[in-house]
């Protein structure tokens, strides 16, 4: 009970707001202000959704075949390179250009080239989520190392810390608050690129489910698609921000 209560003490403005865009919808659809055909009617919706309930969900596990390899890869590569241009000064200066001008480059432009050199979809749709997504968590994670306080160094010196010891002891957990937040950042780009690379070439997905619906003018199927995957990123956001915040309750005020 006081879980519920302190959830609606929290949410409750955010739960007034989705409630007033419903009533709006609503309105609009069934005073026919909106185009019915753009905008079904909520039942419309509701009918769909009902038909499309299995699908739905193997479309989502799909979407996540794709998505959970690449922020594992995302994730590892944003450590390993951001942590050792955190800590060498002369090389980040010499590279990081060279990652800044790759990062402005949108991984939509590459697609074409991707595509095609790739040795299956599979691989193409890994790599282009990755290239998309990696730059917010590498850039996080060498802004944090650069930035942690040098009297951590100092003491750590004292206690006779070195090697692995030091980086799991020290470095990342120093750094860490700044290596988690650009990390859930990092998801909204995910979620953004799995969904393009799902909308050319996969046969199933919940950008596929979208596009194809949307093709074929079936817009109560194509808006049970949106919804279906505005809920699962809000989700999946919310999961993680809760893991932040528990690795970062020592943070925490």
């Not at 709006?24 to 959704?49: C, H, M, Q, W």
């Not at 074409?112 to 599979?122: G, K, S």
């Not at 002891?169 to 120093?174: E, G, R, S, T, W």
Request: net charge positive.
């Amino acid at each position: 009970m006081n879980n519920l209560k302190n959830f609606f003490k929290k949410y409750w403005l955010t739960l007034i707001i989705f409630m007033g865009l419903i009533l709006l919808y609503v309105y609009i659809t069934e005073s026919g202000r909106a185009n019915p055909y753009l905008f079904p009617s909520v039942d419309a919706i509701g009918k769909a959704y009902s038909a499309n309930k299995g699908i739905l969900l193997i479309n989502m596990v799909s979407s996540f075949k794709l998505m959970i390899p690449a922020i594992l890869i995302s994730l590892i590569v944003a450590l390993v390179i951001g942590t050792i241009l955190g800590l060498v000064e002369w090389l980040r200066e010499a590279l990081y250009p060279i990652i800044y001008a790759f990062s402005v480059v949108p991984s939509i432009l590459l697609s074409p080239f991707v595509l095609l050199l790739a040795p299956n979809f599979t691989v193409a749709s890994i790599f282009l989520i990755v290239y998309g997504t990696v730059w917010t968590t590498l850039f996080a994670t060498i802004t944090g190392i650069m930035t942690i306080d040098k009297r951590y160094f100092d003491k750590a010196a004292a206690l006779e810390l070195h090697g692995i010891k030091l980086m799991t002891k020290v470095i990342l957990p120093a750094a860490s608050p700044s290596i988690l937040s650009g990390f859930v950042s990092s998801l909204r780009s995910t979620f953004l690129m799995l969904v393009y690379v799902e909308m050319y070439g996969t046969q199933y997905g919940m950008g596929f489910f979208v596009k194809k619906y949307s093709e074929f003018g079936l817009y109560d199927h194509t808006w049970v698609g949106f919804i279906f995957l505005v809920i699962i990123l809000v989700i999946v956001m919310q999961i993680f921000e809760k893991l932040k915040n528990y690795m970062l309750k020592w943070t925490i005020k």
